[in-house]
C-alpha cells in the first residue's frame, strides 16, 4: 500500500511538472504572437507612409523599433518586445525539441528550430537597440553586405541563387497556404462565434498572401544579384516594399501591400488569443 501511494503521488507530481510546462510555453507562444504582430502593424504603417510622401523611417523592424522607442514609455515597450521575441524563440524551440506525436515530422521539427533561432537572434538584435546600442546596419545594407561576402566564396554566385530561389519559395508557399486557409487548422475556431471566425479568416488570408509577396520579391531580388553577380541588386525588406512604388500601378501597389502586412500584425494578435499552443 506504501509502494502504491508513493508511486501515485510521484505520478501526481510529474504531471503537475507536466501541466507547469505546458503553461509556461502556452504564454511563451501567446507574447511571441503579441510582439510579432506589434513589428508586422508598425512596418505596415511605416510603408504606408512611404507610399503617400511622408515616411521617414524605413518600413522594416528597425524603422518599427524606431517608432516604438518614440513613444511615452517606449524603453519600457522595447524590453516587453525583447521579452516577446525571447518567449517565441523559447516556444518554438520547445516545439522543435520537446514535442512528440505523428504530427510532428522531422521536417516540422527543423522549420521549428530555424524559426527559433530567427527569433533568437530577433531577441538579440532587439536588446542591443533598447539598451542604447543603436539600430546598426540597416535592412538593406545587411542584405547587400551579405550577399556581396557569399559572393567572395568559391561557388558563392550559386550559394546566393539558390538563397534567393529559397525566399522566393517561401513567399509562395505562405501565400499558398493563407490563400487556402491552411492556418485555420492551428486555431482553436470552435470557441469564436460565427463572425469573428470571418474575420480572423480574412486577417489570415489578406496577411499571409502579403506576407509572401514581400518575401519571394525580396527572394527575386536576391536571384537578380546572383545572376548579374552584383551585390548591390539584393534588397531588404524597406527598399523591397519601396520598389512596389516603382510598378505601373505607382504606390497604390504599396499601400496594398501594407495594409496587407498590418493586416498580418493584427491576425498575430488573434493568434495569440486562439492558437492552438
Known amino acids: 500500500m506504501t509502494s502504491s501511494n508513493t508511486q501515485g503521488r510521484g ?17 511563451a507562444g501567446r507574447a511571441g504572437f503579441v510582439a510579432r504582430g506589434v513589428v508586422y502593424v508598425l512596418i505596415g504603417a511605416l510603408a504606408i507612409q512611404i507610399a503617400l510622401g511622408s515616411g521617414g523611417e524605413s518600413a522594416d523592424r528597425q524603422g518599427a523599433l524606431a517608432q516604438v522607442a518614440e513613444q511615452p514609455f517606449g524603453k519600457v515597450m522595447l524590453w516587453a518586445m525583447v521579452v516577446g ?22 521536417g516540422s521539427r527543423v522549420l521549428d528550430g530555424g524559426r527559433a533561432v530567427f527569433y533568437a537572434f530577433v531577441c538579440w538584435t532587439t536588446a542591443v537597440y533598447a539598451a542604447g546600442g543603436g539600430q546598426g546596419s540597416s535592412g538593406n545594407e545587411q542584405s547587400q ?4 561576402s557569399v559572393l567572395k566564396l568559391s561557388y558563392g554566385q550559386v550559394l546566393v541563387g539558390a538563397a534567393g530561389c529559397l525566399l522566393i519559395g517561401i513567399g509562395g508557399v505562405l501565400a499558398v497556404r493563407a490563400a487556402m486557409r491552411r492556418f485555420l487548422r492551428q486555431l482553436d475556431t470552435g470557441t ?28 527575386i531580388f536576391i536571384l537578380v544579384a546572383a545572376v548579374r553577380f552584383d551585390p548591390d541588386e539584393a534588397k531588404g525588406v524597406d527598399a523591397t ?3 512596389f512604388t516603382q510598378t ?4 497604390w501597389l504599396l499601400v496594398a501591400v501594407a495594409i496587407g502586412l498590418i493586416l498580418f500584425g493584427v491576425f498575430s494578435f488573434a493568434s ?5 499552443l
Not at 11 to 27: C, F, G, I, P
Not at 145 to 148: I, S
Not at 192 to 219: D, N, P, Y
Open 248 to 251: 505601373p500601378v505607382g504606390p
Open 11 to 27: 505520478q501526481a507530481v510529474k504531471s503537475a511538472a507536466r501541466s507547469t510546462q505546458n503553461e509556461m510555453l502556452t504564454a
Open 85 to 106: 521575441f525571447a518567449s517565441m524563440a523559447l516556444w518554438r524551440g520547445a516545439r522543435a525539441v520537446l514535442t512528440s506525436g505523428p504530427e510532428r515530422k522531422a
Open 272 to 276: 495569440a488569443r486562439w492558437r492552438r
Open 241 to 243: 516594399l519601396r520598389s
Open 192 to 219: 469564436m462565434s460565427h463572425r469573428t471566425k470571418q474575420v480572423v479568416t480574412g486577417l489570415g488570408v489578406g496577411g499571409g498572401v502579403a506576407r509572401g509577396v514581400v518575401f519571394a520579391a525580396a527572394g
Open 145 to 148: 553586405d551579405g550577399t556581396a
